[in-house]
């Protein structure tokens, strides 16, 4: 659906984005992150047709989107960081206004905004002044403005930015949702949002992509491997006994427990190694309970700052 070969912007000397290649397909939901100043909206605004690149190809549903410009904006919804709205109109008024300039007949138009606004939940404000709206109200409304063209694709620069939490939750739901029908590329400051939404994400830093997976992945590339917190009831020596025998265990830890009478590990093995249930059939033939366990993956927030702040220690990611 999206497919980006070398893209490159240049302003003067300062190199905005710098060769970045990646491919999203249809009906995934993609997070964009990276620092101020990476290149995060530099790079949509390309992708919408806003801006030119200095080289390299974008193609939207397999079309180069410097050659056929106008059917390419017809498939793309773009909410900005900071929607364009209207304080003057009412929500009607601009759905109706936006509907028109991306060319909707009229006997179709009427029917598409209240589908929309339905699906974004902004009936009950429709005749209200956008101005009076609150802060999330009017995201709502800018994300309706999105959706108006019935685009296959949305992308969505900062979509919960300047929101509360009930706000946040609302429209991470609402990505949700409309991820079942379209294409999404978002952009966020806010991870655990990305981690709740995306299975995929981009990271570019200083204009390079410096990853392309999903979180899951990311976090056995950085630490190197696949690793399990185990609590127990039982001695060190017990355990060391019980799970001395299991080959894909390249490291065992033993930390202290937070709990009495218990004993604390984490159990590593090599990448794309499972070694939960060796473990749980080794401790049971011991007799040694399981308390807990769970894995130990990065959270993208760590993800993110180690790919952002090393990134010249590790290669970039692709798929």
């Given at each position: ?30 997070g964009f992150l990276g620092p101020n100043g990476a ?45 364009p709205l209207y304080p003057d109109m009412t ?229």
């Amino acid at each position: 659906m999206i497919e980006v070969s070398n893209l490159t912007r240049r302003y003067g000397r300062h190199t905005a984005v710098d060769k970045a290649s990646f491919k999203i397909e249809q009906g995934e939901i993609v997070g964009f992150l990276g620092p101020n100043g990476a290149g995060k909206s530099t790079t949509m605004n390309i992708l919408t047709g806003y801006l030119s690149a200095t080289e390299g190809i974008v193609k939207i549903d397999g079309q180069d989107i410097l050659e056929h410009p106008k059917e390419i904006k017809k498939k793309i919804g773009y909410l900005p960081e900071n929607p364009p709205l209207y304080p003057d109109m009412t929500v009607s008024e601009y759905l109706s206004f936006a509907g028109e300039i991306k060319k909707i007949p009229p006997g179709v138009k009427k029917e598409r905004m209240n589908r929309i606004m339905e699906t974004v939940g902004i009936q009950d404000v429709s005749k209200r002044l956008i101005k009076n709206l609150s802060r999330g109200y009017k995201q709502r409304v800018g994300l309706a403005q999105a959706m108006i063209g019935d685009p296959k694709i949305l992308i969505l620069d900062e979509p919960t930015a300047g929101l509360d939490p009930k706000q946040i939750l609302e429209i991470r739901d609402l990505i949700i949702e409309l991820g079942k029908e379209h294409t999404v590329f978002l952009s966020s400051h806010i991870l655990p949002e990305v981690s709740a939404v995306c299975r995929r994400v981009l990271i570019i830093n200083s204009g390079r992509l410096v990853a392309d997976d999903s979180p899951e992945n990311l976090a056995r590339r950085i630490l190197g491997g696949n690793r399990i917190l185990l609590r127990m009831d039982a001695s060190e020596a017990a355990v060391s006994r019980a799970l001395g025998g299991i080959s894909p265990i390249t490291k065992l830890e033993f930390r202290e427990s937070p709990e009495l009478g218990t004993v604390e590990i984490i159990a590593e093995a090599e990448k794309e190694t499972d070694i939960r249930r060796d473990l749980s059939r080794a401790l049971a033939a011991a007799g040694i309970p399981i308390l807990m366990m769970r894995s130990l993956d990065l959270s993208l927030e760590d993800i993110f700052l180690n790919l952002t702040t090393k990134e010249d220690e590790l290669p970039a990611v692709g798929r």
